[in-house]
């Protein structure tokens, strides 16, 4: 070839189309190049004389190697949809800015939140958008396994290690590989077990239980919690050196109170995910009842919503979910809402604390009335948008 060899032409294909099987054909092949090739991007290297057997095998396997990428690819483009971070609130947008930061960098993370606010949901979609995405994603309940069985389940053990241990047993030290391993609810680890983890972290090295070869530790740790660790830490509960080891970069998910303008896109994505799931004609929310969902403070958070999105798909009848199919406590009668209004405005001690519990009040309803539009709101109010912004924020 005048200009450029076979090596030179397939890095200049391989670099404007990385995707594309590339079968070199040589006339003078040897190990070095064949290896070279294999290196640079090659799916096969066929030597000369030809043989057209030989090329068609070789061109079907490209072909079937080729649609298996296509399908990965897809397959890991669903993942990260199913994955992603539902909504448009500040609040939310401000966190999927944080993780298109953080996730692309080896950092380790630490996600705090609320019981059922979607720190595993954070967690899989940091893992996805990491250079680490192709290799596993190992998680650990640490709330769900007993203290005793912890050590055994993170670093495996060797047969006959211990009574139970009929055969050997990889760790999930050992399966996450040079993945990334994801430690939920590590606030109820013991004092014990975190310190046996803070040493791996620190030397990335360990022995099975019971084993004497040693195993390296090429993993990102993302680690999440529903309690304050810097308030366990002062009850004496969580290693402080553990917890500067874990908290590279913090992300908090907000609860769903907190970002109120996205229940009616998670409404609909629930009742589709729900009718599909079930075989059901897919229902709809009617507009009085969607506006009971805006005064409820859901503790539960988006696991709450889920749960009773499931529940009337399947137990309403009719197409539209009505404001009387929804139950208590999150239906309650005009009566039940003014009486615990009026209570709330009487509790305080001084005309000040009266006065802002009226205005927070009244704010909260005036923006569910009008779909959270901040300036629908401040007109139906009489105010200003920049007064309302900061009455909201100062409230």
Not at 222 to 231: G, P, Q, V, Y
Not at 305 to 328: C, G, H, Q, W, Y
Request: with cysteine; proline share 4%; aromatic share 6%.
């Amino acid at each position: 070839m005048p200009g450029i060899d076979g090596i030179e032409t397939l890095k200049e294909i391989k670099k404007e189309h990385p995707f594309i099987q590339v079968i070199i054909i040589t006339g003078h092949g040897t190990v070095e190049t064949a290896v070279t090739a294999t290196k640079t991007g090659a799916f096969d290297l066929i030597e000369k004389p030809l043989s057209i057997d030989k090329i068609i095998v070789a061109i079907n396997n490209a072909l079937n190697f080729r649609r298996l990428e296509e399908e990965n690819r897809y397959l890991r483009r669903k993942t990260i949809a199913k994955n992603s971070i539902t909504g448009n609130s500040p609040a939310i947008t401000a966190l999927k800015k944080q993780i298109s930061i953080a996730a692309p960098t080896d950092a380790w993370i630490l996600i705090t939140g609320e019981n059922g606010t979607g720190k595993e949901l954070v967690a899989k979609t940091i893992h996805q958008l990491s250079p680490r995405s192709e290799e596993p994603l190992i998680d650990l309940n640490c709330a769900a396994i007993p203290e005793e069985s912890i050590a055994n389940e993170l670093l495996g053990y060797e047969k006959g290690a211990f009574a139970d241990a009929t055969a050997k047993k990889r760790g999930k030290f050992e399966l996450a590989g040079k993945g990334t391993l994801f430690l939920d609810e590590i606030g109820d680890m013991s004092l014990k077990t975190q310190s046996k983890i803070l040493r791996v972290l620190q030397e990335k090295k360990f022995q099975r239980i019971g084993g004497s070869r040693t195993l390296d530790v090429d993993i990102r740790v993302i680690a999440a919690s529903n309690k304050d660790l810097e308030i366990e830490i002062e009850k004496g509960n969580f290693r402080e050196d553990l917890y500067y080891r874990l908290n590279v970069i913090p992300v908090t998910v907000p609860p769903l109170r907190d970002r109120l303008e996205d229940i009616a896109v998670l409404v609909e994505i629930f009742l589709d995910e729900y009718a599909k799931h079930n075989q059901l004609k897919k229902k709809k929310l009617s507009e009085d009842a969607l506006k009971l969902f805006y005064d409820y403070d859901w503790p539960g958070n988006v696991r709450e919503l889920k749960n009773l999105l499931e529940r009337l798909v399947i137990m309403v009848k009719n197409d539209t979910i009505k404001i009387s199919d929804i139950p208590a406590p999150y239906n309650r009668s005009e009566k039940e809402k003014s009486l615990e209004i009026r209570k709330q405005l009487f509790a305080g001690a001084s005309l000040k604390d009266a006065r802002q519990a009226f205005e927070e009040e009244f704010i909260r309803r005036k923006l569910a009335q009008n779909d959270n539009d901040i300036d629908k709101t401040a007109a139906a109010i009489q105010v200003t948008k920049n007064y309302l912004q900061k009455k909201i924020k100062t409230l």
